[in-house]
């Protein structure tokens, strides 16, 4: 499990902004207590991911992933609860048992999208949400689990689109986001218990929170 964000700039023309990595990395330091940071930048795409070693193999997992020849970049926030089942997928995709098994819950997340598309997420059981950016088709695809446990807010800008498992990063990438009043007006009427007011909305209109078990 960590914190993963990304920004990308689906139309060529329209580049990153310069310091766009460090403003999310900076962001999750001075909230979270992480034990590393990673991101890849490509030409059109900015992935990155703080992982938290929680599990034995998470201290061996490299998030993100960049597949430089199929155009694909790959992050995740994940703890898989069936990596058996995961495992004996992918052993016929010319994967040796031992490979798979010394690999991280992202890196099998990985492969299964290598191998099965954004048809993977049928297989997993668990906690997670992961992002995948297509070069060649220039789009940008977001998954969540089934109860949505592992946050993720997006936001969609007339040149870019970003994500992030907090939502303070996309306030500094965008500060002038506007107060969404339904959205508090929902929030003082409901009851305390209720965790979602309105599934996707959030405090702001131009920010979005992704819902359970979605691809979107």
Not at 6 to 29: H, M, T, W
């Amino acid at each position: 499990m960590s914190a993963i964000w990304g920004i990308v700039a689906p139309d060529q023309n329209k580049g990153l902004p310069e310091n766009c990595c460090r403003l999310f990395e900076d962001s999750y330091r001075s909230t979270c207590k992480i034990d590393r940071y990673e991101s890849v930048r490509t030409e059109n795409a900015c992935f990155g991911c703080g992982i938290q070693y929680l599990t034995e193999e998470s201290v061996r997992e490299c998030l993100p992933i960049y597949n430089e020849e199929r155009g694909i970049l790959f992050t995740a926030d994940c703890i898989l609860d069936n990596r058996p089942e995961v495992i004996e997928s992918l052993l016929s995709q010319n994967y040796t048992r031992e490979q798979l098994t010394d690999a991280p819950d992202g890196t099998l997340m990985y492969l299964s999208y290598l191998a099965y598309g954004a048809e993977c997420v049928s297989l997993f059981r668990g906690l997670f949400s992961f992002a995948v950016w297509e070069e060649q088709s220039r789009s940008l695809t977001l998954f969540s689990d089934h109860t949505a446990s592992r946050c993720l807010y997006y936001l969609r800008t007339d040149r870019l689109i970003a994500f992030s498992t907090q939502m303070k990063p996309l306030l500094k990438l965008f500060p002038d986001a506007t107060p969404n009043i339904d959205y508090y007006k929902d929030f003082l009427l409901a009851n305390p218990s209720l965790i979602y007011i309105v599934p996707g909305e959030t405090p702001y209109n131009e920010i979005s929170l992704l819902r359970p078990a979605s691809r979107l």
